[in-house]
């Protein structure tokens, strides 16, 4: 689903939340460096890959949002929008890696033990990598909330984990330094690796519904076709089909109109229609098929639907 700014205000939101993302990565990856060095941290160590492959994701996000938002072309008739569920995609790969990084010193560290020092470093670190998460966090999620960016979104993923990450780090360090529990930073090690798997599993699902050309969630089909009942010059519409791409969406459906209408009339009814409904839902291609009253579409055929305003209680 799209925000309801418009295209050029889209682009610049999302270009903004990937430089801030990209400032903030260059950030924790020094900080979390230094970290790293001073403590020796499993956990620790497993931030700074998350937060290093933040980087990069980071980057693919501002391509994918810089591309999405480039205008149609010849080669590409309906816009770039799938650029951004390119860049989920690859920034849940680089998660999928971290993880298995992680995942794979920290049963190094449980086989063959490893020492770490310097907690009370590596805690200050944690606490202002929390910080600052936040404050990105709460630029990123306005911008989803005015553009519905798929590339932010997934962005947007990354540093919630962090938030548990430093959280982890924290109570590893705490566990093994203080307490005496040395298996505490590996045993952390392997948690952050799972939660971040978890993460990318939930992730992946949206970017390949994008791919895929999934259709809308049906409350807001019904949405839809609830705008479009409200003219009462149209009939039975039917054959709907949703799909997003990206920054875009696109809708198409047949409808009813007397057969009597010239050509000019009807062509007049659905400009207006067509009008109205894209102005209700900002970023939308829309294609109406006219049929005249009566036609009846091919039974065979299994995409075929029923006519949508039956569906509603208000139908007009």
């Not at 670190?125 to 306005?142: C, D, E």
Request: proline letters at 3%; charged letters at 20%; one cysteine or more.
């Amino acid at each position: 689903m799209t925000g309801a700014v418009d295209p050029a205000t889209r682009a610049q939101l999302t270009r903004r939340a990937a430089y801030a993302s990209i400032a903030m990565a260059v950030f924790l990856a020094v900080l979390k460096g230094w970290a790293t060095w001073k403590t020796g941290s499993a956990a620790m160590l497993g931030s700074l890959a998350d937060t290093t492959l933040d980087l990069v994701a980071s980057i693919a996000t501002l391509i994918g949002v810089w591309i999405a938002a480039m205008p149609a072309d010849e080669d590409h008739r309906f816009g770039h929008g799938k650029a951004e569920a390119l860049a989920a995609m690859f920034q849940i790969m680089l998660i999928a890696l971290s993880a298995a990084a992680i995942a794979f010193r920290s049963v190094e560290h449980l086989l063959y033990g490893a020492e770490t020092s310097a907690a009370g470093e590596g805690i200050a670190v944690s606490v202002i990598a929390i910080a600052a998460t936040f404050a990105l966090l709460a630029w990123q999620r306005y911008v989803i909330a005015r553009t519905g960016s798929l590339a932010i979104r997934t962005d947007n993923l990354h540093y919630q984990s962090d938030l548990f990450l430093n959280l982890a780090v924290i109570a590893a360090l705490v566990l093994d330094q203080y307490i005496g529990w040395s298996q505490a930073d590996p045993l952390f090690g392997l948690a952050i690796a799972g939660w971040l798997l978890w993460g990318a599993w939930n992730a992946a699902s949206e970017a390949i519904d994008h791919l895929m050309d999934r259709e809308w969630p049906e409350d807001r089909r019904q949405q839809f076709v609830a705008a479009a009942a409200k003219h009462p010059e149209l009939s039975n519409l039917h054959d709907l089909r949703t799909r997003t791409a990206g920054n875009r969406d696109f809708v198409q459906f047949h409808v009813d109109l007397p057969g009597s209408m010239t050509v000019d009339e009807a062509h007049e009814v659905i400009e207006k229609v067509e009008e109205d409904l894209c102005r209700q839902f900002p970023g939308m291609e829309l294609l109406i098929h006219i049929d005249p009253e009566g036609h009846v579409d091919e039974p065979d055929n299994p995409l075929v639907e029923e006519d949508q305003f039956a569906k509603l209680e208000d139908k007009p």
